[in-house]
């Protein structure tokens, strides 16, 4: 959604991030769960967990003397070496364990500290397509329209049919200010939708806050990073300083992060020895995360999240602990629903690369595991269909008679600036072509009723200042009347 950045002026991504820490909750195991019986239970039918066999370390010695001597060119040990372990790792078919290269694994690496290159978009690979888990807020990705759940097609006519996750990120890579054109396909839409955007560089920004005049706060949290905590503890400290009435916790389109931060951001709402999550390992065996270091008593203000079908992972965990464990109250859509945890090793493999493995199940407090469920909200509420308005073609104009995802995607945006068409269904009838009139007479641009590049630019300003106004935000009004419906009597 890509007009939901915060500036006009947003700076955006350079390279693209796929598979990066947002989209996991990443940690270290606990000792206990590293013991000989815990590895045991959970063992191959192999039984072995000393390395390959002299039988199988020949057949994959074979493999590579057969690749060296008799393909047709030359080849690269370490391009094969690469390949053999990421093989292995997407052999699991687990779109959240994957293995980074050396070169991979340094960019990975700056993805924890906050810092992102790329298009800003969340990618996986399920049943061999190139999957959006979801877009970075302020991104070159959510300002042209990319959703969760779309599948990336091509990049500027490059297929990604059966690419591996770095072969598609290499294919959307490229240096700063250039373009990435990506066709997507998405449920619902009758054709493929193109979208294009800038590559840049951001280093994102996680927490954000205001308190309105009537004394409700809200707090924005884009992702879980390391600094998400002490971002989230002095923002709050700041608005209670200020008259906090209420809280709003919008973590609509947060794909997630590192668990200890979303550990940490809960406690400060959450009483202490609490229940958080359950964790539940492969042998069966679960372990509850309490509140430790939580408050004496409850905020004595209401807390309403606001969660959407972009809230994943580390968010979900947020939702789910606040609202069973602090109170909490859920507006929005249901969430996107991934309850699996991720480890990242480092060092294991000696040479910079890394394999990061789902290693094990959260829960809610309550025992709910809510994978490809998601946590369906208390109050149910979706946004208009402009709120998911992509960007309008530039190489060719929209006009009578078209028809088109194009054209309903003009008919939503039209909608949105206050010059709804007299339909929705992809036709530009007279009606659009009236609607377009209106607008452009309004915007002393040539009154057409055609939609050039002009018109687009015109009508995409209009609307993203639009959505930039939380009168048009469905879901935040209705967690602002919920919050005044909860608040204490002054």
Known sequence: MWYRGRSLFAVMVLTAIAASIVTYTVVKLPDWALQPSAVEAGASSSGSAEGWSE??????????????????????????????????VESLRDPYSVYKSSEEAQKFSDALQGAFTGIGAELKIENGTVVVDSAIKGSPAERAGLQPRDVLLSVNGQSLHGVTLSEAVSKIRGPKGTKAKLKISRAGAAEPLELEMVRDRIDLETVHADLGQDGIGRLSINQFTYDTSAEVADRVRAMEEQGLKALI?????????????????????????????????????????????????????????????????????????????????LVGDTSYGKGTVQVSYDKELGDGSLVKLTVYKWLLPDGTWIHQKGIDPDLAV???????????????????????????????????????????????????????????????????????????????????VNLQNPEYDTQWQAAVKKARELMPAS
């Open 382 to 464: 979706s946004q208009p269909d402009y709120f998911l308005a992509s960007r309008l073609p530039r190489d060719h104009v929209l006009q009578y008679d078209v028809t088109g995802e194009p054209v309903k995607n003009l008919q939503n945006i039209l909608e949105g600036i206050g010059f709804p068409a007299d339909r929705k269904d992809g036709y530009f009838s007279k009606g659009t072509e009236a609607a377009v009139q209106q607008f452009q007479l309004s915007e002393q641009l040539p009154v057409d009723g055609q939609v050039n590049a002009a018109t687009a630019d015109r009508l995409e300003e209009k609307l993203y």
């Open 249 to 329: 916790i919008d973590v609509r389109d947060n794909p997630g992060g590192i668990l200890q931060s979303v550990l940490e951001v809960s406690e400060q709402f959450i009483e202490k020895n609490k229940p958080i999550l359950v964790n539940e390992y492969r042998d069966g065996r679960h372990k509850t995360e309490f509140a430790v270091n939580g408050l004496d008593r409850l905020k004595p203000y209401p807390i309403i999240v606001l969660i959407n079908k972009g809230s994943a992972s580390a968010a979900e965990i947020l939702a789910g602990a606040l609202k069973q464990s602090a109170n909490a109250v």
């Open 55 to 88: 039988e199988e370390l020949g057949k994959l010695n074979k493999a590579l003397d057969l690749i060296e001597e008799r393909y047709m060119t030359d080849t690269d040990r370490s391009q094969l070496l690469d390949g053999a372990v990421q093989g292995m």
